[in-house]
């Protein structure tokens, strides 16, 4: 296949008139001032956008837990309502048109933290996989990759408190449990099974070096003050510390949200090359926090963007929500730059796929084209597009060499319609 883009996203910059040609789902040539040659896309040409940490049942929440005031913790029961309802095929079903509301709107790739295992009294299904795997085929028929985040669960609180209710659905019972019915799980061509430490709520100390190691390996950190101070008056340090303690911190693993550090864990984070996963919108849903997105990045800290809960999909909102909270919380301007904002956007080495996110020989085709003729982006400078454009805004997406958007419109899925089908 050849593609032509009369502007491009490359090496942090705008090049115009780049000839694209693609073979076995790579970029095989990519040729900045070139002749037109081959299916023109207009607009501006981005990398493909990788959606680091998604929750896909939550999306059945959107707009519906605006009726009380309440919390995080409130909210929390809102999600545990939803979670006690699905079962493998009604899961397959939700996730597959969230994945396609992703594609529609420029996400190649998830990273899916998946914890919702079991049947709803906490008996595991006839195939113990059957949650895991319906997620896995619900990303390859909206044609996105996934990184299937398999997440150990085992108590509710970090003093030990065994799951309850719901909560029965996430647990294996024990760690050893858990490794087994991971091991049973197969990859694909579009997915990556990593791991994820559900939080240290949820994961006693005694078992998180069990993990050690293994990577893509995810955690939710410090996304809530009461998580900190209870893991200071149990084990006298911060989650950030412990995990370091328990060898978890390192390339392999991302550390999602990490709203609430200390100076001390933005030290420990860099030091090991730990990533972290910010996600804006939901941060801001929830009443969260802001995370201190500007010093990780300036300690030297690979930041990507998840959106988490979905109260909105849209990787443009996760991007400029990096700068424009930072702007909030010092009342001053300029804290990353455009390029450094789509590079967050498109961080697919956070989920494995380290040979993704970028538009050079080489590395995998995903192409997302940006309309510069919306009522949003007409007049905009291509080159602040972040600061201008919407998920509304996408035309076309390439997955893998793949053209899974057309127009505005995806090529196998009537997405809308699917999500009111699911969400009746």
């Known amino acids: 296949m050849r593609y032509f883009a009369s502007a491009a996203w490359i090496d942090g910059q705008v090049r115009r008139d780049v000839r694209l040609e693609v073979a076995g789902g790579r970029f095989t040539a990519v040729e900045p001032g070139s002749a037109p040659d081959g299916t023109r896309l207009e607009g501006l040409v981005l990398p493909g956008f990788a959606n680091a940490h998604s929750h896909a049942f939550h999306r059945a929440l959107r707009g519906r837990t605006y009726d009380d005031r309440g919390s995080f913790w409130t909210w929390r029961e809102r999600m545990y309502e939803v979670a006690g309802r ?14 396609g509301e992703m594609a529609l709107t420029g996400i190649t790739a998830v990273g899916e933290f998946h914890y919702l295992h079991h049947d709803p009294d906490g008996r595991p ?9 319906a997620l896995v085929a619900a990303a390859a ?5 996934i990184t299937l985040l398999d997440t150990l669960y085992l108590t509710s609180s970090v003093e030990g408190a065994p799951p309850a209710g719901v909560q029965r659905r996430f647990s294996d019972g024990d760690a050893d449990s858990w490794l087994t019915r991971v091991s049973a799980l197969g990859a694909a061509d579009h997915a990556i099974i990593g791991a994820a430490l559900h939080s240290v709520r949820a994961v006693p100390a005694d078992v998180l070096g069990k993990l050690a190691g293994r990577a893509p390996l ?4 410090s996304e809530q003050p009461a998580e900190n101070e209870a893991c200071l008056a149990v084990h006298g340090c ?6 370091h303690r328990h060898g978890i911190l390192g390339p392999g693993t991302t550390a999602v949200h990490a709203t609430h550090l200390t100076d001390h864990d933005v030290e420990l984070l860099a030091s090991t090359g730990t990533g972290v996963c910010l996600c804006p919108t939901t941060e801001r849903d929830l009443a969260d926090g ?19 809960s979905h109260a909105v999909i849209d990787m443009f909102e996760e991007a400029r929500g990096m700068e424009l909270d930072e702007r909030l919380a010092t009342r001053r301007r300029g804290h990353f730059s455009p390029a450094e904002l789509i590079a967050a956007a498109s961080a697919h080495a956070a989920l494995g796929w380290a ?13 997302v084209a940006i309309t510069l003729d919306s009522v949003r982006t007409a007049g905009a400078d291509p080159t602040g597009i972040v600061f201008a454009a919407t998920g509304a805004d996408v035309t076309d997406v390439i997955a893998d060499g793949r053209h899974i958007v057309k127009d505005g419109r995806h090529t196998t899925l009537d997405v809308p319609a699917a999500l009111r089908e699911v969400l009746a």
């Open 86 to 99: 699905l079962d493998p095929d009604s899961y397959y079903a939700l996730a597959r048109a969230v994945y």
């Open 125 to 133: 299904y006839p195939d113990p996989n059957a949650m895991g795997s």
């Open 141 to 145: 028929d909206a044609g996105i990759r």
């Open 218 to 221: 995810h955690i939710h950190l």
């Open 238 to 243: 911060t989650p950030t510390e412990l995990l």
């Open 290 to 308: 802001i995370g201190p997105g500007r010093r990780l990045a300036g300690a030297g800290v690979p930041l990507s963007l998840g959106s988490d």
């Open 355 to 367: 040979d993704a996110g970028r538009i050079e020989v080489g590395a995998r085709a995903d192409l």
